[in-house]
Each structure stands twice: as C-alpha cells, then as structure tokens.
C-alpha cells in the first residue's frame, strides 16, 4: 500500500514539475531558451540556532560576514564556494565545479541565455535556489536568496558569481529579466568571482532586489521565471553610455 | 553686504546646477537626451506630526491609503493629485496641469526621452522628486519618494502617472534607466492613472524599489539620473513575450 501512495506521489510530482516547465517554455518559447526547473534548498548554513545569542532581533537575518577557513596551508587552494553549507573541503579553482556537482549535487546547464524557474517562492526566509551556468568558455553560479534583511520582511537576492578569478569576471557581463504582467525588470552587472563570497554581496545588495509583493507579481502560481543572458564585457561597454 | 552674500549665494547655486546638468548631460549625450534637474521636496502631506498616536514604530513609514475628499459634488470633478500637499482642490481632469503648475510650482518637460536628476539624496525620507512629463500627446507625473517602510530603512521608490483615465493609461508603457559603475536597472510598466493615487501604488511596491545601497551605487556626487521613455503599449506588446 505504502509503495502505490510514494508511486502515486512521484507521478503528481511529475506532472507538476512538466506544467511548471510547459509553463516556463510558453512564456520563454519566442527565443526558444532552455527552461530549468530549480527546487529551493533550505539553508543549513545560517539556521536561526547558528545565530548569536546576544545578537538584537533587528538584525537577526543579516547574514554574517564571509566566513573563510582559519588555515589554509597552500594559498593556491580556495574554500567550498557552496552558499548552502559550511563545508570543510577546499581545493584548487579548476576543481570546484566537480565538487560542487557532486557533493553539493548543484546542476549546471549550456547555454548562452537560459531561464531559471525557481519553484516554491512560498517558502520561509533563509532559502537558496541554486544552479550552474556553463557559457562562453567559463562557469558561473546563479543564486537566488530569500532572506528577512529586515525581520519580517523577506526579500529575494539574485546574484551570478564567476567561478574563476576576479580578473576573470571583469570579461563578462550578466543579465537577469524577469517579465510578466505587462511588466519588466532589468538588472545588468559584472559577476563578481566566487572568491568574493557570495553572502557579502547580498548583504551589500549589489544585486537584484525584490520585494515581496514584487516577486509576487513577477511570479506565476508560485514560481517566479528568470531569464539569464552572458555576454563578454566588450558588448557591454559599448552600450554602456546608453 | 545681506545683498552681496545672497548674490553669491545664488551664483554659486547657479554653478552647481550647471556642473551637475554638464555631468548628466556627460553620462547621457550619447543620446542626445534632455536633461532635467529636479530638487527634492520635503513631503509635507504625511510629515511625522501627522502620525496618529497609537501607530507602532514599525508603521511609522508607511503612507496612509490614499484620501479622497469626502464629498465631491460633482462625479466629474477630481481631486488634486500633487503628492506633496493635502490640497482642498477639485476640478475637471484636463485642468490638474495647470493646477499642478501653478499652485504646486511643478515643472513640466516635453520629449520622448528625458533624464530625471534628482539631486540630494541623502535627505532624509519622506522626501519627494516630481515633474510631470508631456509626450506623446499627455502629460505624465514622475514621482521619486524617499520613504522609510520599515523604519530605520529608507528605500527610494518611482513610477509614473498619466494624468489621464485609468482606460487612457492602458494605452503607454514607461521605462525607468538607471546604468553607472557598470550596472544597469531597466522597469518597464503600464503607467498607472493619477485617480489610483500615488501612495498606493507605493505602497503596494507595484514600481521601481531601490534599497539605499543600490541608490548609492547608481548615484553620483549625491545626485541620481534616470532615464525615463514613454511609447504606446502596441510596441510593448510586440516584444512582450521577451
């Protein structure tokens, strides 16, 4: 009995995730763009007991400051670069990919402009919607966060971060878009390098900043659909003077 | 001597606002755009000695729903729509310009495309940046408020309005620039009837929403310019489906 109810389960989880991607592929069908289904991830690395105790309630969902490890004996070595958890590995730049790939089990996709359906918006802040992005040669990380900055009032953050060096990162130029209800929203940047730290640059909101009702009206039955373009910087600068 | 100094006041006003309209016009030639300079206005409508007695801390930010005149005699007859003032005036809709004009000193510019500069702002909220804008054969009301939603947080907010019905509205779509430092922010909307009233579009975050930081980011020498263009939706329309 038990396994016809888990059976039946997968099936509706299934057909969900299908009517989620139809839905996503009708309203990004004119460029034909590649839809990516992402589930949230509750953050482990900053649950509400990991909090000080003599921190004030203001500031309680305020992530704290990049956290690097103390001893890194080879300077050639960088941390985990995964926002969801404190992990202990560390290694060389070339292999974070496949570490994040298959400890993190965070998906990459090909292609120059992709959408990201992040499902569930629902969900209570700290949540992470992750994935990787391969394109022009080089590696990116997409983070969309759901974090209370003020208590109360959750925002979503969405962030692309190179997995390379900063000097690497100054090539490229990202565009986030979201589009729906006879609206539009529009955020251009460099992505910063994994090295930076992705917390600090949510917490020092260089990025995409959504309020809630925003997001909900950005938003289709619960999921909210990102459309994401690379370019190299080059494009960028000679618009760059509107 | 009072005349010498008031002088020299004045030309140095006139000296700032020329550096500040050469800098925009610098960051937005390429297009040969207008350059508008608009000083802030400290909101007197919801000043904090309004706030009824038994608000909590945490509403003190938050702008009342949009009052109405109690008794308007005559259906076709409408409120003043300036933001700034609680203005016991009413009139036929085709005379709010010249009302907003000549009663409330505010500018109005002609041209498909404009920069709006809104200077000094570090002010504190509430703080308001309005001009109207004619184009296209209406005229449009560009409101920037500096408002603290959750205190202690200020954020900047701007939309705009067509001084025309709700039905009229339907027919534009605006767009609001913003691109420094190698970042660019793009909203694009159906302008909304200056009827529904300002504050709750604001209030319902249905606009463009900046966090300080990203203001920060945006502005220059404590001035931020924004794009601003008007077409007919039949264009936006077109594009929609991205």
């Keep these: 009995m038990l396994f016809f109810t888990q059976c039946f389960g997968a099936v509706l989880d299934l057909i969900h995730l299908r009517f989620q991607h139809y839905k996503a592929k009708r309203v990004f069908s004119a460029a034909g763009q590649l839809v990516c289904v992402v589930n949230p991830t509750h953050s482990l690395k900053y649950a509400p007991t990991r909090c000080a105790a003599g921190q ?11 956290h690097h490890h103390e001893a890194v004996h080879d300077p050639q070595l960088v941390p985990c ?5 404190s992990c202990p590995w560390e290694g060389h730049l070339e292999v974070v990919v ?8 965070i998906n990459i996709l090909q292609g120059a402009e992709i959408v990201f359906l992040a499902t569930d918006m629902h969900l209570p802040a700290p949540t ?7 394109c022009l040669g080089h590696q990116f990380l997409l983070v969309l966060r759901k ?17 390379g060096t900063p000097t690497q990162a100054d090539n490229f130029t990202y565009r986030l878009e979201l589009n729906r209800n006879q609206r539009r929203l529009k955020w251009e940047a460099t992505p910063r390098s994994v090295l930076e730290c992705v917390d600090s640059v949510i917490s020092d909101g260089d990025c995409l900043v959504l309020n809630t009702s925003l ?11 990102i459309g994401i373009a690379i370019t190299t910087s080059k494009v960028h600068n000679a618009e760059d003077e509107m």
Tied chains: 1, 2.
């Design 56 to 66: 004030t309630s203001a500031e309680q969902g305020v992530l704290p400051p990049c």
């Design 81 to 85: 670069t995964c926002p969801l958890f």
């Design 98 to 105: 496949s570490h994040l790939r298959q400890t993190h089990r």
């Design 128 to 134: 992470d919607w992750i994935i990787m992005h391969s």
């Design 147 to 163: 974090q209370e900055k003020y208590e109360g009032h959750p925002q979503f953050f969405a962030t692309m971060m190179l997995i």
């Design 215 to 225: 997001a909900q009206l950005f938003s289709d039955n619960g999921s909210l659909a």
